[in-house]
């Protein structure tokens, strides 16, 4: 039986950024490292140009998990950070389902590292709960291509849609004509590609 298409609402959505620390970042294998970063980066512009309510979250960073990655404390100085003691699950943390459920948003956008931990618990946890979940699958990562496919095949059985950073922005954008420069800017900035559109696209706006 086919589902309905539930898509993305702007002021329905907030962003759940799970456990990008400096130490899980060494276990992404599944994608290159620089374009892993350049699409977590991504989906943190998308979530400020939508003004869409942001958490961060990060687990026991006092041990080899590490820190949280610096541009994201930067970007988001003023959003709930939660630096979870120990639990694995971010929703087994009470201070994360409160900042979650603060935001007063049904529908969860959630990315992390990994896959099939950090973003899947959560991710599970949440649609037990009645929110509806999208998952950023370029800006999570995982150890290679197996665990990955277990943990999308996993989500996507609870209910979870599996998405991108672009597709994510398209569906919150809904009409070009809302912001073409902000849109064009915002896919400018982690698209090469999408550059030289813009690029072409500016040029024959000034004749």
């Known amino acids: 039986m086919t589902k309905p298409y539930v898509r993305l609402d702007r002021d329905n959505a907030a962003v759940l950024l799970v456990d990008h620390q400096a130490g899980l970042l060494s276990l992404v294998r599944d994608i290159d490292p ?17 003004n869409l309510p942001t958490i961060l979250t990060t687990s026991f960073e006092t041990g080899p998990n590490g820190p949280l990655v610096p541009e994201l404390k930067e970007m988001f100085p003023d959003a709930p950070y939660i630096a979870r003691p120990g639990q694995i699950n ?3 943390n009470e201070d994360f389902v409160k900042a979650v459920k603060a935001t007063g948003k049904k529908q969860l956008i959630i990315a992390g590292v990994v896959t099939e931990v950090c973003v899947a618990f959560p991710a599970l946890s949440a649609i037990e709960e009645g929110f509806e979940v ?12 197996m665990t990955r496919d277990a943990a ?3 989500m996507s059985a609870a209910g979870a849609q599996i998405m991108t950073w672009f597709g994510m ?7 070009w004509r ?8 915002l896919c400018s900035n982690h698209i090469p590609d999408y550059r030289n559109l813009m ?9």
Do not use: M, P
């Not at 999208?134 to 291509?145: K, L, M, Q």
């Open 169 to 175: 922005a398209c569906e919150l954008h809904r009409d």
């Open 134 to 145: 999208f998952v950023v699958a370029d800006a999570s990562g995982t150890f290679n291509a």
């Open 152 to 154: 999308w095949d996993r």
């Open 178 to 185: 809302n912001d073409i420069e902000g849109l064009g800017a």
């Open 34 to 50: 620089d374009k892993f970063k350049n699409n977590v980066l991504a989906l943190a512009d998308a979530a400020k140009f939508f």
């Open 90 to 92: 971010a929703w087994d």
């Open 199 to 207: 690029t072409a696209y500016n040029t024959l706006q000034a004749k």
